[in-house]
């Protein structure tokens, strides 16, 4: 998706094992966030990075963390996987300097049982 | 706490009619307020955003109408097709914050052949 790939699409894991999330971008953006999203909460951010290992908390991040050892590579990581975590993951990217919009990549859809 | 709050959380509108969405947001300090389209399975994707200097924006079929008194902006999508039948979020981020978007909790839309 515009230069936003996500790894899986889809995984199922259980209860208690840490479950680790890939988003690549094939171009140098200097901002990249996790987002989970829910039925009837829209997108919340989990942690969001602004360069090669500059990483910030979001509104969700209790249970997660992030990291971003290349500018192309941000990783997410669930430490102890809980069935509350399951949900669907996106990526993004923003814009250039003069754009704030962001590119999205197509997701995983993670299921904890 | 919610920060941009949608409504209506779904629509249903004829082939032709005006679909409009309407989002309130809290915070004095968002100077970009963006609308994404989602479709199932797909990353939402940016359709049209504004800033607070113009009241108005429009795109084709697409016009963001924005009250910075009321602190209100709505999307109104002109002879609505069954294709625009989508997920549609708002969202608004402030300068200075990483570009971090707060986004509402989505309106899903069916447009009716």
């Known amino acids: 998706d515009a230069g936003i790939t996500q790894s899986p699409r889809h995984k199922v894991t259980e209860t208690g094992t840490p479950v680790t999330l890939r988003c690549h971008q094939t171009?140098?953006?200097?901002?990249m966030y996790w987002y989970r999203q829910d039925p009837g909460h829209g997108l919340r951010l989990i942690h969001y990075s602004y360069g090669v290992k500059d990483t910030d908390k979001g509104e969700v991040s209790d249970g997660y963390s992030v990291s971003r050892s290349k500018t192309e590579d941000f990783l997410l990581t669930l430490e102890s996987a809980t069935s509350s975590q399951t949900s669907v993951y996106f990526c993004?990217?923003?814009?250039?300097?003069?754009?704030?919009?962001?590119?999205f990549g197509s997701g995983t859809r993670l299921t904890v049982v | 706490q919610q920060q941009v709050k949608q409504s209506p959380q779904s629509l249903i509108v004829q082939k032709g009619g005006i679909s409009i969405i309407n989002c309130a947001y809290e915070n004095t300090a968002f100077d970009y307020f963006p609308w994404y389209q989602q479709f199932p399975g797909k990353g939402p994707a940016l359709l049209i955003a504004?800033?607070?200097?113009?009241s108005e924006k429009k795109e084709g079929r697409f016009t963001i109408s924005f009250n910075k008194s009321a602190k209100q902006f709505s999307l109104h999508i002109m002879d609505s097709q069954p294709g625009d039948s989508a997920t549609y979020f708002c969202a608004a981020s402030k300068s200075g914050s990483a570009r971090q978007l707060t986004f509402g909790s989505g309106t899903q839309l069916t447009v009716l052949p």
């Open positions: 504004i800033r607070p200097d113009v």
């Open positions: 993004a990217r923003s814009g250039t300097n003069s754009s704030y919009g962001y590119t």
């Open positions: 171009e140098n953006h200097r901002y």
